[in-house]
């Protein structure tokens, strides 16, 4: 199973606004390439806070005929509400994976709108997450995550490949988290280095794609 990750970030290396999102940063062309990119897939992981805050729609618009990917929600605690976009637009039920401790908050808001997995634990460990993709079939995961999701799989030396798209403004505010965010460094992160392995660019937008080395 190959995972990569797709991210976009402004000039200054920020993944979200000052209030926390990311609306309007990107344009048509971002919002293109990410459907052949999720066209490519047949999973996207994403976590609770992207659902909350952004709301996303998991669904192929620009790619003709491509099959849409299943959304894979990660949930550490509470749960989400039943008419988020990803439960009433999506082609494929959502797999819903969360905790053991969290597992009946789930059950009694999401029971008839996702299939639900708990963990053992309580919290989500991204190998187990990725041991369950793997035993369900997938080939090609996309993780739509946000800065802390992409450091816990990044961590885990689980990330095989990168989708950065670079956006035209500076937003400049200290403290806004970069592609992978935590309070400690990624081990070995000087030697772990990555691979560029195409670019092209749309208008004033740069598209990367970076392989682990």
């Known amino acids: 199973?190959?995972?990569?990750?797709n991210m976009a970030m402004t000039l200054d290396g920020k993944v979200v606004r000052p209030d926390g999102r990311w609306y309007g940063l990107t344009s048509s062309e971002d919002k293109t390439q990410m459907?052949?990119?999720?066209?490519?897939?047949?999973?996207?992981?994403?976590?609770?806070n992207s659902i909350?805050?952004?709301?996303?729609?998991?669904?192929?618009?620009a790619v003709p005929n491509a099959l849409n990917p299943r959304p894979v929600i990660l949930v550490r605690k509470g749960t989400l509400p039943p008419d988020k976009h990803v439960f009433e637009e999506s082609d494929h039920i959502p797999l819903v994976i969360c905790t053991k401790s969290n597992l009946k908050e789930i059950k009694t808001s999401l029971e008839n709108k996702a299939e639900i997995f708990a963990l053992d634990s309580d919290d989500i460990d991204p190998k187990k997450v990725t041991g369950i993709l793997k035993r369900k079939g997938y080939k090609n995961v996309l993780l739509e995550g946000g800065p802390k999701l992409n450091f816990s799989f990044l961590e885990a030396d689980l990330v095989d490949r990168i989708f950065l798209t670079i956006v035209p403004y500076i937003i400049g505010k200290t403290g806004?988290?970069?592609?992978?965010?935590r309070n400690s460094e990624l081990p070995n992160f000087d030697k772990n280095g990555w691979v560029l392995k195409d670019h092209f660019t749309k208008r004033n937008e740069i598209f990367l794609v970076y392989e682990k080395s």
Do not use: H
Request: overall charge positive; hydrophobic content about 45%.
């Open 35 to 48: 459907d052949v990119y999720r066209s490519q897939s047949d999973a996207v992981l994403i976590g609770k």
């Open 52 to 61: 909350i805050n952004d709301n996303p729609i998991v669904k192929i618009r």
């Open 1 to 5: 199973m190959k995972l990569s990750i």
């Open 176 to 181: 806004l988290p970069g592609i992978a965010d």
